[in-house]
Nanobody
Framework: VQLQASGGGLAQAGGSLRLSCAASKRTFSNNAVGWFRQAPEKEREFVASISWSSSITSYADSVKGRFTISRDNAKNMVFLQMNSLKPEDTAVYYC?????????????????WGQGTQVTVSS
């Protein structure tokens, strides 16, 4: 089971970053994928999820209209395009594969987790 998030870095407020999540075929097979983030001394929180077929996406209110989740099943990849970044978006971002084909907002719905990638947004 392998999930690897990448694409994090330093951005200025108002800027953009694109995160990528690479998964093994077995991990990806028929699974929804979610992005979560965790800031220092805060709990891990839901950011976005996408169903296996990409027909259903869900976003946290704090990122709706600014972030876009997508996936390429042929390449076993999931992406998170982050625009109009804010300092409060600073966190370690994790991708995770769900137990089912449909995404959810609870961490307990996700079976496999990547190692995380740091996103830092300066004001």
């Amino acid at each position: 089971v392998q999930l690897q998030a990448s694409g994090g870095g330093l951005a200025q407020a108002g800027g953009s970053l694109r995160l990528s999540c690479a998964a093994s075929k077995r991990t990806f097979s028929n699974n929804a994928v979610g992005w979560f983030r965790q800031a220092p001394e805060k709990e891990r929180e839901f950011v976005a999820s996408i169903s296996w077929s990409s027909s259903i996406t869900s976003y946290a209110d704090s990122v709706k209209g600014r972030f876009t989740i997508s996936r390429d099943n042929a390449k076993n990849m999931v992406f998170l395009q982050m625009n109009s970044l804010k300092p409060e978006d600073t966190a370690v971002y994790y991708c995770a594969a769900a137990r089912s084909s449909f995404g959810a907002r609870m961490t307990s719905a996700y079976q496999y987790w990547g190692q995380g990638t740091q996103v830092t947004v300066s004001s």
